[in-house]
């Protein structure tokens, strides 16, 4: 059996070769254009809740516990005052008053009244946070180009997507992130993604929702409403394909693990 030193040198060895091979075939935006796709705008950071480059690193391993999605969703919520009940709902208070001492610690929330507030304000909800944060999975966990926050102009599907990404040399991975509970999620938003896929055609599309909730319950129907006679099957726990090249996806065990799954079975497939 090999050493855990060997494993983590050849795990190295393996994000080098990919990096390389990134590096060796054409960029993002220039594989867009081949589809006649040019980026107009991407990344917009009025709507980012992210700490100073010196925290960034830690933030982004917080950023992997569900538990602390769900507290910043509530400060955010709550962003004009607040005080620690009002930002409990999901974990105890121990750990919500530890995740509070780390945003004051990284500047993001200040003392108020006699509460707190967000020291960056308005932020009109969590979701641009998010898709920079699975943004940074793909490019941290797999070597992957990837940008987020896309606008297109001259599509009649809508030119904005969440996320696109360069996977495996030159494929590209489009990723709907949505921050909304299932109940929130409405058939046309199911109907405006399939749409957004069959225009842009990408190697393999992803609607990923930040939810521990059962996808099977509302959102997996929803996507046989819209596709009938094409089966939605169970890949893995809370992820299911779609003929192989649609995948739907939640928050449950974790993100970068759910999406390793996705890119392992395409590939797999692929090969």
């Known amino acids: 059996m090999p050493c855990e030193k060997e494993l983590e040198l050849a795990k190295a060895e393996v994000k080098r070769l990919k990096k390389l091979l990134n590096e060796l075939t054409p960029p993002l935006e220039t594989l867009l254009r081949h589809r006649g796709f040019r980026v107009f705008r991407k990344e917009p950071p009025d709507d980012l809740l992210l700490p100073a480059p010196p925290f ?10 569900y538990s602390f999605r769900l507290f910043l969703r509530d400060v955010i919520k709550h962003q004009e005052f607040f005080r620690e009940k009002d930002v409990t709902r999901y974990a105890t208070a121990g750990v919500t008053r530890e995740y509070m001492d780390y945003l ?6 200040e003392n108020f009244g006699n509460g707190h507030r967000l020291v960056k304000r308005p932020v009109k909800s ?9 943004a940074e999975v793909l490019k941290r966990e797999f070597s992957s180009e990837a940008i987020w926050g896309i606008k297109f102009k001259g599509h009649k599907e809508g030119g904005d997507y969440d996320l696109i990404a360069k996977v495996d040399g030159a494929r590209i991975l489009y990723m709907e992130v949505k921050s909304s509970p299932p109940k929130q999620i409405y058939q046309n938003e199911i109907k405006a993604f399939l749409g957004r896929t069959g225009e842009l055609a990408p190697d393999l599309a992803v609607f990923f929702m930040d939810t521990e909730l059962r996808m099977k ?17 169970r890949l893995y726990k809370e992820i299911f394909r779609i003929e192989g090249k649609v995948f739907i996806i939640n928050a449950k065990d974790s993100v970068p693990g759910n999406l390793e799954r996705v890119l392992s079975f395409y590939l797999r497939r692929k090969s």
């Not at 004051?104 to 929330?109: D, P, S, T, V, W």
């Not at 319950?217 to 099957?233: A, N, T």
């Open 217 to 233: 319950d509302k959102i997996v129907p929803m996507f046989e409403l819209e596709l009938p006679g094409r089966p939605v099957e």
């Open 104 to 109: 004051a610690c990284c500047g993001l929330m």
């Open 126 to 134: 969590f979701g641009a946070t998010l898709e920079w944060f699975t």
């Open 56 to 65: 960034i690193d830690d933030y982004y391993e917080k950023m992997k516990k």
